[in-house]
């Protein structure tokens, strides 16, 4: 087992992209993430596969699409013989571990069965954590699925569960850390932020693509950027234990979310849209094979990490992985990749979308229900941005004559991408919202 690298996955969820010093955004909320991308690979523009919790959990484990896992909206648990992350490492000798929320079990409150939990070994977790803990009472459940209460708030409170894995065992261990953090607490119906933390935040950048729209960011963006400041505090101990222990330079770390926030500006609630405030995440990925400075401009998907991390520690990749590794990317071998990354959207609606460089195109089924039905045979359009004159995704050009061309190419591109997703080839319909 010499020479393989531990890995360490931190998790967080409904993260924006644009929170990120090393993305852009102007407050200095993550140091931390920001050094570490100094010395590893930004992938620039990575996006969600599938902008809700479970079923982003689901591609990311496995490196499947959420449909052709069977995970396609919340509260639909893992099928028992998927393959995990979790199982590829354990069979390569490695000590697997999660922490954190789960959301791949459907238990809610109750702890995840040992059969349930993607072949994780060591076990600290809870299959929706928002619905068993508060942001200062945090409850999760061991091995044995006895509960495990940790005073603090909830992002150190997970922390120091992993420092404790980290600092207990032995190598090569993979853990995945998995926050509930920047999520807002469900049952308040509101973000909350470590004690003292909005405040610092209290007159916050907003993005242009919120400040366009009403949604409820001016409320919440203080406690918003304070979770991400103290998820960056976190890694920092994280990092600073890595290198105490002298590990760090063979320790892969990945940072990434399940999906991004629109603060309700694109439906009713958080999420489940096309929108980059819906898909577009950080991925910073540092260690062996991940020397930096160095940033990837190519469109990659978070159905492609499993595969990429497999490749990584020297794992064979499954052939019936979907996801495609970016070690190419990384080695700055980009040709023949096909800069363009494909999303299925549930709960709120049937969609479907695929993302170019300069193109966004989305359609919908206005037959199904999101909750109900996993995919159709038949979609309507339903947005089209040229993104290199809107980044904002501000005005819709779907069914505009000009543009018919533009929509038939993407089209053709987005039923490609379903049919080797797993899907059937659909009807998609032409908008005619202009004439």
């Known amino acids: 087992m010499e020479g393989r690298p531990n890995v360490l996955v931190v998790f967080?969820?409904?993260?924006?992209?644009?929170?990120?010093?090393?993305?852009?955004?102007?407050m200095d909320l993550t140091p931390n993430l920001d050094r570490m991308a100094e010395r590893g690979v930004t992938f620039q523009h990575a996006f969600t596969c599938q902008p809700v919790c479970g079923p982003a959990?689901?591609?990311?484990?496995?490196?499947?699409?959420?449909?052709?896992?069977?995970?396609?909206?919340?509260?639909?648990?893992?099928?028992?013989?998927?393959?995990?992350?979790?199982?590829?490492?354990?069979?390569?000798?490695?000590?697997?571990?999660?922490?954190?929320?789960?959301?791949?079990?459907?238990?809610?409150?109750?702890?995840?069965?040992?059969?349930?939990?993607?072949?994780?070994?060591?076990?600290?977790?809870?299959?929706?954590?928002?619905?068993?803990?508060?942001?200062?009472?945090?409850?999760?459940?061991?091995?044995e699925g006895r509960e495990v209460r940790v005073s603090g708030y909830r992002v150190d409170a997970l922390t120091e569960r992993a420092i404790?894995?980290?600092?207990?065992?032995?190598?090569?261990?993979?853990?995945?850390?998995?926050?509930?953090?920047?999520?807002?607490?469900?049952?308040?119906?509101?973000?909350?932020?470590?004690?003292?933390?909005?405040?610092?935040?209290a007159n916050p950048y907003v993005p242009p693509d919120l400040k366009a729209f009403p949604g409820d960011w001016f409320q919440h963006l203080p406690d918003y950027y304070g979770m991400v400041a103290r998820i960056d505090e976190c890694l920092g101990k994280l990092t600073t234990t890595l290198e105490e222990l002298g590990i760090s330079e063979r320790t892969i770390v990945v940072f990434t979310?399940?999906?991004?926030?629109?603060?309700?500006?694109?439906?009713?609630?958080?999420?489940?849209?096309?929108?980059?405030?819906?898909?577009?995440?950080?991925?910073?990925?540092?260690?062996?094979?991940?020397?930096?400075?160095?940033?990837?401009?190519?469109?990659?998907?978070?159905?492609?990490?499993?595969?990429?991390?497999?490749?990584?520690?020297?794992?064979?990749?499954?052939?019936?992985?979907?996801?495609?590794?970016?070690?190419?990317?990384v080695r700055g071998e980009a040709d023949g990749w096909r800069n363009e990354v494909f999303v299925q959207i549930s709960e709120y609606l049937v969609g479907r979308a695929v993302r170019t460089p300069r193109w966004k195109y989305c359609v919908f089924a206005p037959e199904k229900e999101g909750g109900r039905d996993p995919s159709s045979r038949r979609y309507v359009e339903r947005h089209l941005y040229d993104l290199a004159s809107d980044p904002y995704e501000l005005v819709n050009l779907v069914g505009r004559r000009e543009y018919r061309e533009v929509a038939e190419e993407l089209r053709e591109r987005l039923k490609r991408l379903m049919v080797e997703a797993g899907e059937e080839e659909p009807e998609i319909v032409e908008a005619k919202y202009y004439p």
């Open 12 to 26: 967080t969820d409904q993260q924006r992209w644009d929170t990120v010093g090393c993305y852009g955004n102007p």
């Open 57 to 143: 959990r689901a591609s990311l484990q496995t490196g499947k699409y959420a449909t052709k896992v069977g995970v396609w909206k919340n509260h639909i648990p893992l099928p028992e013989g998927e393959r995990t992350l979790a199982h590829h490492f354990k069979e390569a000798g490695y000590r697997v571990g999660y922490i954190g929320k789960w959301h791949l079990a459907a238990t809610g409150e109750k702890p995840v069965p040992p059969e349930l939990r993607g072949g994780y070994d060591f076990w600290e977790a809870a299959d929706v954590l928002e619905f068993t803990s508060h942001p200062y009472d945090t409850v999760l459940y061991d091995v």
């Open 164 to 201: 404790n894995f980290i600092r207990d065992g032995g190598e090569p261990f993979f853990l995945f850390l998995s926050y509930l953090e920047p999520h807002q607490q469900n049952d308040w119906n509101r973000f909350v932020a470590p004690e003292g933390y909005a405040e610092r935040y």
């Open 257 to 329: 979310s399940d999906h991004g926030c629109h603060f309700r500006t694109r439906n009713t609630e958080y999420k489940r849209s096309c929108h980059e405030s819906s898909i577009r995440i950080p991925l910073v990925i540092r260690g062996p094979g991940f020397e930096g400075p160095k940033v990837v401009r190519e469109l990659v998907s978070l159905v492609d990490v499993a595969p990429t991390l497999l490749e990584a520690a020297g794992i064979p990749v499954p052939p019936e992985v979907q996801g495609r590794s970016l070690m190419p990317l």
